[in-house]
T-cell receptor
Framework: DTAVSQTPKYLVTQMGNDKSIKCEQN?????MYWYKQDSKKFLKIMFS???????INETVPNRFSPKSPDKAHLNLHINSLELGDSAVYFC???????????FGSGTRLTVV | GQQVMQIPQYQHVQEGEDFTTYCNSS?????IQWYKQRPGGHPVFLIQ?????EVKKQKRLTFQFGEAKKNSSLHITATQTTDVGTYFC????????FGAGTTVTVRA
């Protein structure tokens, strides 16, 4: 059973398009996150939700909009994609903000 | 804001040798976590350290949290090819901030 699942695994799209990445966790965790990993492997937090409420919103362009319909799901919608958005996006979840995080397998986004 | 620095960025190790990766935070941390990411994979949680001066072991891996709760280290003994990957420390203040990682390659 996959604990944190993300779809799609790969996403290749043209500049200017809008795309969504979906994330679901079956661990019963109350906190979910989106992280961006760049080509140098640096992991940077983008958003954090606790029980469907946004609690962390880092300096991320407004083109990125997270949505959490319930505490088991956290989706990421990106408008007007740019070349610099190319990266691996990881969803993660945890029980509270001080426990270890469980990461999904990642979505490799390539903007051409 | 909180910054977590990790060195070295790369570690090339002969199989059987030991190595250590170090992590330093600009602020006092409530806890520190370590993750391993295999090539092409995702970060996997290894351990969390909470107490000042805490030392924890997992087989050949030894994790340490500094007395001031601002630094940490991961020491691996008798490196094996299965140790290949990137090791991240992550400092927890009100959010988890990752270091840049130490990418480990092993020479057989």
């Amino acid at each position: 059973d996959t604990a944190v699942s993300q779809t799609p695994k790969y996403l290749v799209t043209q500049m200017g398009n809008d795309k969504s990445i979906k994330c679901e966790q079956n661990l019963g965790h109350d906190t979910m996150y989106w992280y961006k990993q760049d080509s140098k492997k640096f992991l940077k937090i983008m958003f954090s939700y606790n029980n469907k409420e946004l609690i962390i919103n880092e300096t991320v362009p407004n083109r990125f909009s997270p949505k959490s319909p319930d505490k088991a799901h956290l989706n990421l919608h990106i408008n007007s994609l740019e070349l610099g958005d190319s990266a691996v996006y990881f969803c993660a979840s945890s029980h509270g903000s001080t426990d270890g995080y469980t990461f999904g397998s990642g979505t490799r986004l390539t903007v051409v | 804001g909180q910054q977590v620095m990790q060195i070295p960025q790369y570690q090339h190790v002969q199989e059987g040798e030991d190595f250590t990766t170090y992590c330093n935070s600009s602020t006092t941390l409530s806890n520190i976590q370590w993750y391993k990411q295999r090539p092409g994979g995702h970060p996997v949680f290894l351990i969390q350290l909470v107490k000042s001066g805490e030392v924890k072991k997992q087989k050949r891996l030894t994790f340490q949290f500094g007395e001031a709760k601002k630094n940490s280290s991961l020491h691996i003994t008798a490196t094996q090819t299965t140790d290949v990957g990137t090791y991240f420390c992550a400092g927890n203040d009100y959010k988890l901030s990752f270091g840049a990682g130490t990418t480990v390659t092993v020479r057989a």
